[in-house]
């Protein structure tokens, strides 16, 4: 049997304009990405706060990097910068083709008063990794 091996990408970027503040932009970042993403074989969580994005996106590495190319010349973000990536030996996100991490009182508390710009690869990666388990609670499968 083939070992589901998936290439991971966490990245953070600054919202522009009304991106990432108002839940209109919000929502239709996800609709737009769990069409492509459901397409393309990408799950992931998107977290917006403060101004920032946090996103984790995982799958084939090709998808992954033709969807980084799209993210580049988004007008919606800048200033992207990929805090850690490499290959995974499973999917952490398999649930959501896009899932969206609200940030409730909880994941505030997971940010123990940083923000997304001070967050380092761990950091990030521990934090989408709280996130996944809080999403699951919520929505039990
Ligand atoms: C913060 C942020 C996250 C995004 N995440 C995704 C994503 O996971 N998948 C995706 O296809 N597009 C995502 N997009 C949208 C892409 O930048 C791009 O607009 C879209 O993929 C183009 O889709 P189209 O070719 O269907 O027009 C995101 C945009 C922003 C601003």
């Known amino acids: 049997m083939r070992m589901s091996k998936v290439w991971r990408t966490v990245y953070i970027s600054k919202a522009v304009g009304k991106a990432g503040q108002n839940l209109l932009s919000i929502v ?39 969807l980084m190319a799209r993210l580049e010349r988004d007008p919606r973000h800048s200033d992207i910068r990929v805090l850690a990536e490499g290959e995974a030996p499973g999917r952490a996100f398999s649930d959501w083709s896009m899932g969206q991490v609200l940030v409730t009182p909880q994941i505030e508390d997971d940010l123990a008063g940083q923000s ?10 521990d934090l989408l990794d709280k996130a996944a388990g809080r999403l699951r609670a919520m929505a039990p499968a």
């Open 28 to 66: 239709e970042i996800l609709g737009e990405s769990q069409r492509n993403n459901a397409r393309d074989g990408l799950t992931g969580l998107l977290l917006s706060h403060g101004g920032w994005f946090l996103q984790v996106l995982e799958g084939d590495r090709g998808r992954i990097a033709m």
């Open 116 to 125: 997304i710009p001070d967050l380092d690869g761990r950091g990030a990666t």
